[in-house]
């Protein structure tokens, strides 16, 4: 079983539409949560961390479940620009150094 | 600022080959991370260095990978001999006290 586990995806969806990611992780001790923005060819990009409290920017939230190691990621408002794989991501050692990188889960924001 | 610095950004070699990667991290950042993406396995961290010290090489797959650090503003990773499995885009990324990661344009390599 991966540490990290997502759903490929695709979501296909209209633009304007909400979109919603989860993610599942395996290791308990891991600490810190993150998830990335990877444009087709490009390098990953740090999108928004995740806090226990859940926390948004702009149309963007993310929450966390311990209890159940789980991530989710909601998009409102989907724009076209929004297109890209989204990468969930842990961190075992409380820190950002040793990050494990979920398969990514790919959005297509279509007009 | 420039950003991590990756060269080359394309490399196609024949099996058997020397491959030498190498990274410019951002100025100033003390950790440098080498990580390979491909389709089967997603994005792997390789190796990490924290003020040019190797931590942590537990995803160096075999002994045919090597990566150094010789200075503050550059490492190399190095595979020797090169074999087809390696293909795959190699990314470097660099972080400022464990804040962080930004990760540079990635090297795509195709051992033929």
């Known amino acids: 079983r991966k540490e990290v586990e997502q759903d490929p995806g695709p979501f296909n969806v209209p633009e304007g539409a909400t979109v919603a990611f989860n993610c599942t992780y395996s290791?308990?001790?891991?600490?810190?949560f993150f998830w990335y923005r990877q444009d087709c060819r490009k390098e990953p990009k740090l999108l928004m961390s995740?806090?226990?409290s859940g926390n948004e920017d702009g149309r963007f939230t993310a929450q966390l479940n311990r209890a159940s190691q789980y991530i989710s990621l909601l998009i409102r408002d989907s724009k076209l620009s929004d297109s890209a794989t989204y990468l969930c991501?842990?961190?075992?050692?409380?820190?950002?150094?040793?990050?494990?990188f979920g398969a990514g889960t790919r959005l297509a924001v279509h007009p | 600022d420039a950003g991590v610095i990756q060269s080359p950004r394309h490399e196609v070699t024949e099996m058997g080959q020397e491959v030498t990667l190498r990274c410019k991290p951002i100025?100033?950042?003390?950790?440098l991370f080498w990580y390979r993406q491909t389709m089967m396995r997603g994005l792997e961290l390789l190796i990490y260095?924290?003020?040019?010290?190797?931590?942590?090489d537990s995803g160096m797959p075999e002994d045919r990978f090597s990566a150094k650090m010789p200075n503050a503003s550059f490492s190399t990773l190095k595979i020797q001999p090169s074999e087809p499995r390696d293909s795959a885009v190699y990314f470097c990324?660099?972080?400022?006290?464990?804040?962080?990661?930004?990760f540079g344009p990635g090297t795509r390599l195709t051992v033929l």
């Open positions: 990324a660099s972080s400022s006290q464990g804040r962080e990661q930004f």
């Open positions: 290791n308990s001790a891991s600490q810190s």
């Open positions: 995740v806090y226990s």
């Open positions: 991501v842990v961190n075992r050692d409380g820190g950002y150094n040793k990050l494990i």
């Open positions: 100025s100033g950042h003390n950790s």
């Open positions: 260095f924290n003020n040019n010290v190797p931590i942590d």
